[in-house]
């Protein structure tokens, strides 16, 4: 049977990711980047695509896996009749070079033990030519690529991989180190993998030392914020929105997209998450990242950039892999960098207005950058656009576009005058209480009691949560607690919260996908700030219940086949678990933070 998605565990080295396999198997893996192609595949394909499988020859009675302490290290214990083994997989770096290590204990017995090598370079669809060193080393090379394998145990060819048997007993070690490194340049070094083992335990264990714990919630808030270091580009501060492209929405759908760069969306969130657990160093990263990648024309802001910056995240469709679970298109890049979305400059001027409220040292040019992004907000927030769900079937009056537009005016209001920054106060203000008085007139349909997804319909949308959460209106007005109840309604579906009604053809495209895991984190922050904390609780206790063996969360989750869906491990859904946490142990949460202070709008 193919792997589930919640049977993966993570492995980084906070450039690029891995993932793990119950069965021993690392079925997915880029290098260098998280955006690289792809030198196993089989997530999206099959073991011809690539993959690296290290597990015992014969059944076992029992499968069970850890991360070690608080770190990126992955332990998985494997029970045969005849003893038991752990397999420690984890990745490091050098200068130009990546390393992959899996080092294989033998625990009591010994254990027949089986390693098949399949390297696919350019997501499955190139054979390396391989070679042995004089060193014993096995070179794998195919154009700019070459990876390095060093272990002791014997390999030999078939059908274009390398396979060995080995067997482990009690206290015996095996190690094997995968090494990338670009071809035209020397061979590296050989590795010291137990040496390597320190290191990464000290580098994860330290970087974790410092997190403000979050109570009875430390457990699975400590396993997010490593998992957000994980998904961060430790030279540009940049963090992918998931590991990995085109795990579906809808088994055997085509919502399958690329997720493996950095949507302007996730900011404020993010930087809340980083700064409530202390954080500072990677809050000022993520901002630097921020402004570098937002820096040039106004009418030029993407809601996505690359890992460090890019523009030009081009879309294109893989046909030589099957899929997961024969869910096709597999997607590489992401056309959604090219669409309109009025969110993202809310999104921006109040991650940056929240990074000065926390003292983060000022850019010099953040300033003039935001003035200018205002005066050209102010020339398009009444046109249509995309949305916050990228949606592909054309441009509408989206509400929550016009809410977040309407946070962009207020958040630089609040700068200017919190801060004493220059602005043309009066007339922003001007524009702030037009965008607030359009989206309550066409926004709310009162015989719903509703807000709307859009101007004009009576279709709901999971985004309208944010209403509160943002501080357009307070969480004890009466059209937001009729927006709760509609939405409690007509999207919840065994207590979880669907993004919108995918029958209606609003977003282009076929309908069906699973509950979207952040938007039901937002209803239970909708809850606290109701003061309905018990309810609260109860719905986070049973989000928290969907986080796989080792405390991951892909994006979505099917209550049918109890399944998880959408790419993985997605940060949107770990940063609003830790924003939900911190929101359940009092007042002084981001939701709390984030939905008050705001300079007073005019009715007019």
Known sequence: MPNQIEDYAAIGNCATLALVGRNGSIDWLGFPRFDSAACFSALLGGAQQGRWLIGPAADCTQISRRYRGDTLILETTFETETGSARVIDFMWRRDGVSDLVRIVRGLSGTVAMHAELIVRFEYGSIVPWVSRQEDGRLELTAGPERLILETRVPLRGANFKSIGEFDVAAGEEVTFTLSWSHSYRPLPPPFRANDA??????????????????????????????????????????????????????????????????????????????LEAGFLDEAKAWRRWLLRSVAGNPDDLQIMYGIAGERRLVEYEIPWLAGYQNSVPVRVGNAAAGQIQLDVYGEVLDALYVARRAGLAENDASWGLECALIEHLETIWDQPDDGIWEV?????????????????????????????????????????????????????????????????????????????????????????????????????????????????????????????????????????????????????????????????????????????????????????????????????GPVHQRSSGSSKTREI
């Not at 950095?262 to 969130?269: E, I, V």
Request: charged share 20%.
């Open 197 to 274: 083992l320190a290191e990464a335990e000290l580098f994860w264990s330290n970087w974790a030392a410092p997190i403000k714990r979050a109570g009875e919630w430390s457990e699975p808030v400590l396993r997010s914020l490593l998992t957000l270091k994980a998904l961060s580009h430790r030279e540009t501060g940049g963090i992918v929105a998931a590991g990995t492209t085109s795990l579906p929405e809808k088994i055997g759908g085509a919502r399958n997209w690329d997720y493996r760069f950095c949507w302007l969306r996730d900011a404020t969130f993010t930087l809340y998450a980083l």
């Open 392 to 588: 592909r079937g054309g441009r509408k009056h989206f509400t929550h576009s016009k809410v977040m537009a309407w946070v962009a005016f207020d958040r630089a209001i609040r700068s200017s005058e919190e801060f004493g920054l220059e602005a043309p106060l009066e007339h922003w203000q001007t524009v702030r209480d037009r965008i607030h008085k359009r989206v309550c007139d066409d926004g709310f349909d009162a015989q719903q009691n509703s807000f709307v997804q859009s101007f004009g319909v009576t279709e709901l949308d999971a985004s309208l949560l944010l209403i509160p959460i943002v501080g357009f209106l307070p969480a004890t007005d009466a059209r937001i607690r009729g927006t709760l109840s509609a939405i409690e309604r007509n999207l919840v579906r065994d207590g979880f919260v669907l993004r919108y009604n995918t029958t209606t053809g609003t977003d282009g495209l076929p309908p069906g996908e699973g509950a979207f895991l952040a938007c039901s984190f937002w209803l239970a922050d909708n809850y606290v700030l109701q003061g309905r904390i018990d309810e609260a609780r109860m719905l986070f206790t049973k989000l928290l219940s969907l986080c796989n063996d080792v405390g991951l969360l892909a994006e979505e989750y099917d209550p049918i086949s109890k399944s998880q869906l959408g790419n993985f491990p997605q940060a949107f859904s770990h940063l609003a678990l830790i924003n939900t946490a911190r929101n359940l142990m009092g007042a002084g």
